[in-house]
């Protein structure tokens, strides 16, 4: 964790769009700020990596039907589980709805995706120069910092047109989702037969673009008809993220919410899904900034009410967020290919790289 957190020193954004957005941030706020909070982050263990092999899974959709939608997280399956949690941290997320993993991550865990970053920006500088917009691709420009100097001079439209998060299938992140570190601890909350959920977002959250702003909302508005335990979100930050530059902030408990009322926002540009925190009514905790340094992970549950303010830094703020559940849940397909990242009962059914690549949610065993 970096310095503990105050909304009243967020340095006011720069331009007309960021300062609307930061501005409907606080006004969302009880009284426009929230007190100091400090987390007291606890580590969890690391277990050697473990091999994987992989063939054929079926899901089975009525055990899903009949499986509990439980807004707490469903201790009952926590009964039993492995993985590198401690009943702490575990009951740390189960009351408070998130738990930081410091330093998770290390170099090497981060080096694939970075690697996978540095080749979509690559793309998208090489458009950038046949559209005749810049002229020279800054391939020397430090990780942070190349793809927020490549939009300087343009317009936030120009970069809005490669989306305000990224969804593509690049091996880094096939690596990434499926590093044994993320499932280990996923697996002391769900148990060991994980499905890696099709909803994974690469963020290149940008400075002077209002998109890179996320409103107040629960991850579960974008799926409140799926049939679906809460489901597990990994946000990790790939470079540190700060109050400056933009970093996530919860409002801790409010995962024992239902999904509460929203509407799609119509001012970043993006469609965000929004609500009104004023509807939270008397909230037992304020909201909470988590400045992190990279590398660390953020686990929430879907029903959390979280938001991230805008970049008023000079860099970009590379986070990539993962989603899990276990097995036997509404698989999501109307948004893309999840894919089965571990199974116990069924190690051979695990999706490959190349399943991942095609688009398979199993190993196809079967020519
Ligand atoms: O990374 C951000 O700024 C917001 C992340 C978020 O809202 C999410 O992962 O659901």
Redesign the pocket.
Known sequence: MLDPISYAVQPEAKTHHLRRMLQRHRDQLPGGRCDHERFIPLVGRRKPRQRRQSSLVSWDMRAAIQRQDDATGNARMRAGNQGTLTAEQVEQYDTEGYLVLPDLLSEEDMAPVRSALTEKVDRIADELIEAGLIDDPLTEAAFPYRLANLFDGLEPDQFLEYGRSWRDRIPGYYTLMSNPRILDVVESLIGPEIFSNPVY?V?P?VPRIAA???PW?Q?KSYWPDANSNPVI?V?ISFVDATLEN?C?HVYPRTQRHRVMGYHQEDYSGTGFLELDVSELGAVERGPVALPVRAGTAILFNDRLV???TPNDSDHV?W?V?LRYQPTDQDPMPQHGAGFLARSRSHPQRVATLDDWMAERPEHATVA
């Open positions: 977002n963020r959250k890179g702003a996320v909302h991850d979100t946000w933009g996530l979280h938001s991230s703020r986070s967020d």
